[in-house]
């Protein structure tokens, strides 16, 4: 199911909870109304699952419905006092992240479509124009074939690192993209932790992270979740190991000295200071999305700067590629032609 869907789907449930009616009377409204037949077969069984004990989270988590870190929000807004309100503070931090998905692929678009236009020009010289050449070099005599197969040779060089550049580009792109927008979680945990180990991009992964992880803590306490309860479900939820022993530290600290550590990873020292004198659950969790919101401007600006980027080595490819055609392509000929005349003048 589409993350748009998912979220329609608890827009639909937290609506019918607002109007007075039960969860399982939003999940079966979902499964009256909707016309695609596999989200019909979904529903149905979410609502089978809920008529048959099982929480609402344990159903979600059963059909791999939601990323990891929503079906962790939602377990934990069952056991708040009002799950009613809990859905609204996950519905905020789900419109929360694909606001940020969204700013983010805008920018994508035009490092794609560089990016693959280099791609054809790599392979059509690799498997079409070079053996083409090679072909219509092979009627002409020995030592005109020679000039064309080393100059050939020269231009198979510069496609094959063209071709490196491009797949070294590439897969660095593709790397940060999973990491950052993958809804399957082994998937975002695998490239989140390759993405971790390359300069620059391990700085996006961690601001994306902590405003993601923030945001779902903040939202969680404003509902009315407890500390420890928010920072279970963050620990469980999160990719990045760092914030899991951060978290795990602050839990410690609830239980040894009865308040947050705030620990430097995730809170400078600005961000510290904001917690003095905040005496409500309410308060700390409006100050973590603050927090929250600064974390997420800071993974946009390198973002951008990371796109910004691509997009100039992918216009650097481009011109390299514009060159290699014209090595082969033009030159090739010129070759032909001089190597024919000089074949002539001996003559």
């Known amino acids: 199911m589409k993350s748009s869907d998912i979220y329609a789907m608890l827009k639909t449930i937290h609506f019918t909870l607002v109007n007075g009616k039960s969860l399982s009377s939003g999940v079966e409204l979902l499964y009256k109304t909707t016309k695609n037949k596999k989200d019909k077969k979904l529903y149905k069984k979410i609502y089978g699952d809920i008529k048959d ?37 996950l519905l905020k ?14 920018k994508t678009t035009v490092p794609f479509i560089y990016l693959f236009i280099v791609s054809i020009v790599v392979i059509a010289m690799r498997f079409f124009v070079v053996p083409y050449q090679i072909a219509e070099s092979k009627s002409l005599s020995d030592q005109v074939y020679g000039l064309v197969a080393d100059h050939l040779a020269f231009s198979m060089v510069m496609n094959n690192a063209l071709f490196i550049l491009l ?134 600006e390198l973002s951008g700067k990371f796109f910004r980027l691509i997009i100039a080595i992918s216009i650097f490819l481009m011109a390299f590629a514009v060159f290699i055609e014209f090595y082969t392509v033009v030159l090739t000929q010129l070759i032909i032609q001089k190597g024919l005349v000089d074949l002539a003048k001996g003559l």
């Open 53 to 89: 004990g099982l929480s609402f989270s344990q159903s979600l988590s059963k059909h791999r419905v939601g990323t990891k870190d929503s079906v962790a929000f939602v377990s934990m807004a069952e056991k708040s006092l009002s799950f009613r309100n809990a859905l609204g503070r």
């Open 167 to 300: 797949a070294v580009t590439v897969s660095y792109f593709l790397i940060l993209m999973l990491a950052l927008f993958s809804k399957n979680y082994h998937a975002k945990e695998l490239f989140s932790a390759v993405a971790m180990k390359l300069p620059f991009a391990s700085n996006i992964i961690m601001q994306f992270e902590k405003f993601v992880i923030l945001n779902m803590l903040g939202e969680m306490m404003k509902s009315g979740i407890s500390f420890k309860a928010s920072l279970r479900a963050a620990i469980s939820s999160t990719t990045i190991s760092k914030f899991k022993r951060a978290f795990e530290s602050d839990l410690e600290s609830i239980r040894t000295k009865g308040e947050l550590s705030y620990d430097p990873l995730l809170f400078d020292d600005i961000d510290r200071s904001l917690f003095v004198g905040v005496g409500t659950l309410d308060q700390v969790g409006s100050i973590m999305i603050e927090v929250s919101n600064k974390a997420r401007d800071k993974a946009l």
């Open 93 to 106: 931090f789900m419109e929360s992240k694909r606001e940020f998905e969204r700013e983010s692929n805008e």
